[in-house]
């Protein structure tokens, strides 16, 4: 069973890395399987087909639920310092995942399916945020607003910085650093505080 096991992360492993540099269409499943050190029909018995694989494989590299912290980011009284935790470990995140999410996003026309196996991990950082904004609102910390549109605007800043990086290297309009995150977050907060 754990030799069943090895083969599978092996495969998936190999898949990520060689459809990354490759893209969906660029890889076969006897690279892959070639790379993991396995052979095409264990592939095929683990999951049936090369689209049933990259499903598996953008269901591991996706789940963010396995990355949050215990108990979340419960609002401590300090919206700057906390939006500044939660952002660095946004982008962290999708730095991280950036091959996978990269993928995700040039496959995503041809394959609108594999882009809805990705799409479960932003919309938990909404989640988190829009929660995040209610009880800070509930507790005074800030205005009453929009959750969730606070919570997409907030994303999004951080979603274009790792887009920006994925695709060209860098972030070329600013260097994503914990200054550059805290002086975001010192902004919008105070746009969360005035009415």
């Known amino acids: 069973m754990a030799r069943r096991k090895d083969a ?3 495969l998936l492993d190999a898949a990520l890395e060689l459809s990354c540099r490759r893209g969906f269409d660029g890889v ?14 264990t592939l095929f018995r683990l999951f049936g087909t090369k689209e049933k ?7 591991r590299e996706a789940d963010m639920e396995q990355r949050l912290p215990p108990g ?3 609002a401590t009284g300090d919206v700057v310092e906390d939006l500044s935790l ?20 040039t496959e ?4 609108p399916r594999m882009w809805r196996r990705i799409e479960p991990a932003p919309r938990a950082a909404i989640e988190l945020l829009s929660g995040y904004f209610e009880e800070a609102a509930r507790e005074g910390l800030i205005r009453k607003v929009d959750p969730r549109m606070a919570a997409m605007v907030f994303f999004s800043f951080f979603f274009r910085s790792f887009v920006m990086t994925a695709f060209l290297g860098k972030d070329m309009f600013i ?4 200054r550059a995150i805290r002086a975001f977050c010192s902004m919008f907060v105070e746009g969360l505080r005035k009415g």
Do not use: C, Q, Y
Request: hydrophobic content about 50%.
């Open 86 to 105: 939660i952002g660095s470990f946004m982008l962290a995140g999708m730095l991280e995942k950036a091959p996978i999410l990269k993928l995700g996003m």
């Open 108 to 111: 995503m026309h041809r394959r």
């Open 28 to 41: 076969t499943t006897r690279a892959i399987a070639r790379r993991a050190g396995a052979n095409e029909v």
């Open 72 to 74: 979340g980011f419960p």
């Open 8 to 10: 599978r992360t092996r």
């Open 53 to 59: 694989l990259f499903f598996a494989l953008l269901d």
């Open 175 to 178: 260097t994503m650093d914990d």
